[in-house]
């Protein structure tokens, strides 16, 4: 089993959707959780981090933690065709040399 | 600015002839580390290290080598590269383990 499992998509949506990212893991231990984007071409940059349970936004972004389920969720709002991309998931352990990174949901927003 | 620069960012070579993989970062970070990004595979780890004359094996080890001689460099080395190397590679730094990376735009090398 996969340390995390993410949904390649691609998921196509029209501008001025609500888009909805998702990531099961499988440690419990994970103690925090990121959200990178990648342009095509560029390397990913962090978009979000949280080490809780609950939401975090930042703007029209929304990370969404359910450890009970070992469920993570991004949450774009008002999307827009600058988010095309490609969303990784990134829980992981502090003080833990190795990262974890999901395969990445690929999104094209369309005008 | 605050970056991570890899190059080459383009290489297409042949089987068995050693190649390079450098990356610098000039935000003074101690951790460095190297992926490998595939489809379907997403990214993996291939090498790490935490400081300066401290490395060690990601997932993916095999069929590469690192060096952590500088705290600001930190290059892949394929001894031998074969076609099953062909890859995006990236390299990535941080303040320490389990914090955000900063990547670099990637390498993609391509052995015949």
């Known amino acids: 089993q996969k340390e995390v499992e993410q949904d390649p998509g691609p998921l196509s949506v029209p501008e001025g959707a609500i888009v909805s990212l998702n990531c099961t893991y499988s440690n419990s231990a994970f103690q925090y959780f990121m959200w990178y984007r990648q342009y095509s071409r560029k390397g990913p940059e962090l978009l979000m981090y949280t080490y809780s349970s609950g939401n975090k936004e930042d703007g029209r972004f929304t990370a969404q933690v359910d450890k009970s389920s070992k469920y993570i969720s991004l949450f774009i709002r008002d999307s827009q065709p600058s988010d095309s991309a490609t969303y990784l998931c990134a829980p992981g352990l502090y003080n833990f040399n190795k990262f974890y990174f999901g395969s990445g949901t690929k999104l094209n927003v369309k005008p | 600015e605050a970056q991570v620069t890899q190059n080459p960012r383009y290489l297409i070579t042949v089987t068995g002839k050693k190649l390079t993989v450098t990356c610098s970062q000039n935000m003074n970070h101690e951790y460095m580390s190297w992926y490998r990004q595939d489809p379907g595979l997403g990214l993996r780890q291939i090498y790490y290290?935490?400081?300066?004359?401290?490395?060690d094996k990601g997932d993916v080890p095999e069929g590469y080598k690192v060096s952590r001689k500088e705290k600001r460099n930190f290059p892949l080395i394929l001894e031998s590269p074969s076609p099953n190397q062909t890859s995006l590679y990236f390299c990535a730094s941080s303040t320490g383990s389990g914090q955000p990376q900063h990547f670099g735009d990637g390498t993609r090398l391509s052995i015949l």
């Open positions: 290290s935490m400081n300066v004359e401290v490395t």
